[in-house]
């Protein structure tokens, strides 16, 4: 006598078989049902109609993007006259087929795909008692059959008095047409995608780490036009044109030995993948790039708090040099805003310097200002389908970082897009 196979891996395309072959009665019960095993479900209800059938799921929308069934399946089997019984929170498998059954793990498509052979199973066959014992409690038709069949009276008030397990409310059309239409406005993402994106996922994460508002040393001023046309001397047309620096260049207000020690920082930890994919970090090391990002910050908010005591000061001077440069050019030439508003004609230089001041102070900063927009900011966004899936994607990460062998999770990559079990 051949020995009962104990343990078996049951997929979608295994199940269809197991009920292609069914002679007298078909139990179902899973979290969800996929198409394979509604059209054959929906193959014997037609072919062979007096075959019993009893399908037993938790048709929730949140069970379907868990990648336990299809809303299709079970519209499959709506369309053939199948009932299909709602039975909330189940997560077990069972699955009987005239006398052979299996308890089973179904698959949630959305973290793995389906076993891919009897090497890692997810079933173990039940014994004859327990089949039967299963059957009672979710098919009332077995339960009828079970009554009539009995020995004596008394295993007959027995079985009549078990109670049914799982739900016994049918997925009536309202309840299908919610769930339905919640799968059509915001549909699941293909599960192969997903599970090939969890595969880098734990590796990499793409970062973006900014350094804003503290280069001073590159900001400028644009002249207001009103002082423009007052003229230029030959001698600071080359400097001045329509914008002057807030500060000089190499002064000790400048954010130079930051910006370098954010290179330095990008350099160890976010190596460029090329201009369409951005920077990447490997999480193994996402804590000590952390680290050395508030180390720079602890230096930010010190070189904030100079700059915030010698910058107004700085700022004036640039003002007064502006002021200085232009004040013989509008007392040459007045403008006519000064004109129009003096009774005598007679206009003093403290009232052109005063207008001038007018008009720079619409210009120029504070330096509480400028000191506020100072931030250094990092931010993470996890690995995607689209960009995992363009074809220089593991050269560029090979080449990012090449003491790590790639090879075996690209592999792993690829097998989780597999989706034929």
């Given at each position: 006598m051949?020995?009962?196979?104990?343990?078996?891996?049951?997929?979608?395309?295994?199940?269809?078989?197991?009920?292609?072959?069914?002679?007298?009665?078909?139990?179902?019960?899973?979290?969800?049902?996929?198409?394979?095993?509604?059209e054959?479900?929906?193959?014997?209800?037609?072919?062979?109609?007096?075959?019993?059938?009893?399908?037993?799921?938790?048709?929730?929308?949140?069970?379907?993007?868990?990648?336990?069934?299809?809303?299709?399946?079970?519209?499959?089997?709506k369309?053939s006259?199948?009932?299909v019984?709602?039975?909330?929170?189940?997560?077990?498998?069972?699955?009987?087929?005239?006398s052979?059954?299996?308890?089973?793990?179904?698959?949630?498509?959305?973290?793995?795909?389906?076993?891919?052979s009897?090497?890692?199973?997810?079933?173990?066959?039940?014994?004859?008692?327990?089949?039967?014992?299963?059957?009672?409690r979710?098919?009332?038709?077995?339960?009828?059959?079970?009554?009539?069949?009995?020995?004596?009276?008394?295993?007959?008030?027995?079985i009549?008095?078990?109670?049914?397990?799982?739900?016994?409310?049918?997925?009536?059309?309202?309840?299908?047409e919610?769930?339905?239409?919640?799968?059509?406005?915001?549909?699941?993402?293909?599960?192969?995608?997903?599970?090939?994106?969890?595969?880098?996922?734990?590796?990499?994460?793409?970062?973006?780490i900014?350094?804003?508002?503290?280069?001073?040393?590159?900001?400028?001023?644009?002249?207001?036009?009103?002082?423009?046309?007052?003229?230029?001397?030959?001698?600071?047309?080359?400097k001045?044109k329509?914008?002057?620096?807030?500060?000089?260049?190499?002064?000790?207000?400048?954010?130079?030995?930051?910006?370098d020690?954010?290179?330095?920082?990008?350099?160890?930890?976010?190596?460029?993948?090329?201009?369409?994919?951005g920077?990447?970090?490997?999480?193994a090391?996402?804590?000590?790039?952390?680290e050395?990002?508030?180390?720079?910050?602890e230096?930010?908010?010190?070189?904030q708090?100079?700059?915030?005591?010698?910058?107004q000061?700085?700022?004036?001077?640039s003002?007064?040099?502006?002021?200085?440069?232009?004040?013989?050019?509008?007392?040459?030439?007045?403008?006519?805003?000064?004109?129009?508003?003096?009774?005598?004609?007679?206009?003093?230089?403290?009232?052109?310097?005063?207008w001038?001041?007018?008009?720079?102070?619409?210009?120029?900063?504070?330096?509480e200002?400028?000191?506020?927009?100072?931030?250094?900011?990092?931010?993470?966004?996890?690995v995607?389908f689209?960009t995992?899936?363009?074809?220089d994607?593991?050269?560029?990460?090979?080449?990012?970082?090449?003491?790590?062998?790639?090879?075996?999770?690209?592999?792993?990559?690829?097998?989780?897009?597999?989706?034929?079990?």
């Open positions: 051949k020995p009962k196979i104990l343990l078996s891996a049951l997929t979608d395309k295994r199940i269809a078989n197991c009920i292609g072959g069914a002679r007298q009665r078909i139990i179902y019960a899973a979290p969800g049902i996929q198409i394979n095993t509604a054959a479900l929906a193959n014997i209800a037609r072919a062979s109609p007096e075959i019993q059938l009893c399908v037993n799921i938790d048709f929730d929308e949140h069970v379907l993007r868990m990648g336990y069934g299809r809303v299709e399946a079970v519209e499959t089997l369309n006259t199948i009932e019984n709602h039975s909330p929170g189940l997560r077990s498998g069972i699955l009987i087929v005239d052979h059954g299996w308890v089973f793990t179904p698959t949630a498509l959305y973290l793995e795909a389906e076993p891919q009897d090497e890692t199973p997810n079933a173990v066959a039940l014994s004859s008692e327990q089949i039967q014992e299963i059957a009672i979710l098919s009332p038709a077995e339960k009828e059959k079970a009554i009539s069949n009995a020995p004596t009276p008394e295993a007959s008030d027995e009549a008095s078990t109670q049914p397990e799982l739900g016994v409310e049918t997925v009536d059309e309202k309840h299908f919610q769930v339905n239409q919640a799968i059509k406005t915001a549909p699941p993402v293909k599960f192969d995608v997903v599970r090939q994106v969890r595969v880098f996922e734990p590796y990499l994460q793409y970062v973006e900014s350094l804003s508002g503290a280069a001073l040393q590159r900001k400028r001023v644009r002249i207001p036009k009103s002082l423009l046309t007052l003229g230029s001397s030959k001698d600071l047309e080359g001045l329509t914008t002057f620096d807030l500060i000089e260049k190499g002064g000790k207000l400048s954010s130079k030995s930051l910006e020690e954010l290179h330095t920082i990008r350099k160890n930890f976010t190596p460029s993948l090329g201009k369409d994919h920077r990447v970090v490997l999480k090391a996402k804590a000590k790039l952390k050395r990002i508030s180390e720079l910050r230096k930010l908010e010190a070189h708090q100079k700059v915030e005591e010698e910058l000061a700085k700022l004036e001077d003002k007064k040099q502006v002021v200085d440069y232009y004040l013989p050019l509008a007392k040459t030439n007045p403008p006519d805003e000064l004109v129009g508003g003096s009774l005598n004609n007679q206009i003093e230089d403290k009232d052109i310097r005063d001038i001041e007018e008009q720079l102070d619409t210009v120029f900063p504070s330096a200002s400028l000191v506020s927009k100072m931030t250094l900011e990092d931010r993470y966004k996890d995607t689209e995992l899936n363009r074809e994607f593991l050269e560029s990460v090979k080449a990012a970082f090449p003491r790590v062998d790639w090879e075996k999770a690209y592999n792993e990559f690829r097998a989780a897009g597999e989706e034929d079990v």
